[in-house]
């Protein structure tokens, strides 16, 4: 199957909230894909139509060959929503146990526990974990049934920077394998640690679908970093700033830029010059949402 899920043309409202507006995007078998975008931007929805928690108000949902609204189809992927909300009173062990029986070919609870930095855990009853553990445990239950395909809402969202890299772990050995991943993320350090492929969306649009590289370069903003004493008038600066000694400037032309300072003879030194990051990209991009179209 060269597609395990895709969305075409999918519109979503709630009353009169347009949340999707027309999207279509595909996750192919073995991409980890990154869903970038603020708040209300649509991730969470775009999330609940993808496993069937939610229909389309038009436009069509695929997953795995079949309709998210068959649970038949559902039990090839795993899913962590947002929120979730585990019985207190069982304990670690009980509660997967309780999952992995749901699934022919479930991962051994001491492979799944150890996975996602929950060994040793098993007896504890859920309401005496930590929140970091409480999430890990919600996300790990996604991967329990060796799905085909997992999606991760914010899945690390609230979570000290070790349990966060603990999450990331787990989920990187499950891509690792071959599985496939599509998870939100506010932290855009996740969606650069983790995925290859970044999927920006805001106000209900796909503003971007490609590479985290191509998603920066098509912002094409460069952070040229140096050391000089009086600084010439350079062309196509966006942005200066002084920290000590060394002066940051922002352009969307980092070549023209040398070549002029170089074509001046102003004395520099220490030049540095580097892709904006992920964060900076992100936030050019949502600034370029049309507001209502
Ligand atoms: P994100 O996950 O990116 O924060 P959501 O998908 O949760 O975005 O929300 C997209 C838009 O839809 C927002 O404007 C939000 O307020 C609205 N929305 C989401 N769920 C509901 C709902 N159940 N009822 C009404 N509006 C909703």
Not at 39 to 55: C, D, M, P
Not at 86 to 93: H, I, K, S
Not at 164 to 192: K, N, P, Q
Not at 216 to 222: A, D, L, S, T
Request: proline letters at 6%; glycine letters at 12%; aromatic letters at 4%.
């Amino acid at each position: 199957m060269s597609v395990l899920a895709r969305t075409t043309d999918v519109t979503r409202r709630y009353g009169g909230v347009l949340a999707l507006d027309r999207v279509s995007i595909e996750i192919r078998p073995g991409e980890l894909v990154g869903l970038l975008g603020p708040n209300g931007a649509g991730k969470s929805t775009l999330i609940n139509l993808f496993v069937g928690l939610r229909r389309p108000t038009s436009g069509t949902v695929e997953l795995l060959g079949g309709s998210p609204a068959d649970p038949l189809v559902r039990r090839g992927i795993g899913v962590t929503p947002q929120e979730t909300g585990l019985p207190e009173a069982l304990r670690v062990g009980e509660i997967v146990d309780f999952v992995t029986r749901h699934y022919p070919e479930a991962l051994a609870k001491g492979e799944l526990l150890e996975r996602f930095g929950l060994t040793g855990l098993e007896r504890r009853q859920v309401g005496g974990l930590s929140g970091g553990q409480k999430r890990r445990l919600a996300v790990a239950l996604a991967f329990a049934g060796r799905p085909r395909l997992v999606f991760l809402d914010e899945p690390t969202t609230g979570l000290d920077v070790e349990a966060r890299r603990t999450l990331w772990e787990g989920i990187r050995a499950f891509h690792d394998e071959g599985g496939t991943v599509l998870l939100t993320s506010h932290y855009l350090e996740e969606v650069e640690a983790l995925a290859q492929r970044v999927v920006v969306v805001g106000g209900g649009r796909v503003l971007a679908d490609d590479t985290v590289r191509a998603v920066r370069e098509m912002v094409g903003v460069h952070r040229i970093s140096l050391v000089a004493p009086v600084l010439p008038e350079l062309p196509g600066v966006l942005s200066a700033e002084r920290e000590g000694e060394r002066t940051h400037l922002v352009t969307h032309d980092p070549d023209r830029l040398v070549v002029a300072l170089v074509t001046n003879g102003a004395p520099f030194s220490g030049l540095e010059i580097r892709p904006t990051s992920l964060e900076e990209a992100f936030l050019t991009l949502t600034a370029q949402t049309p507001a209502a179209a």
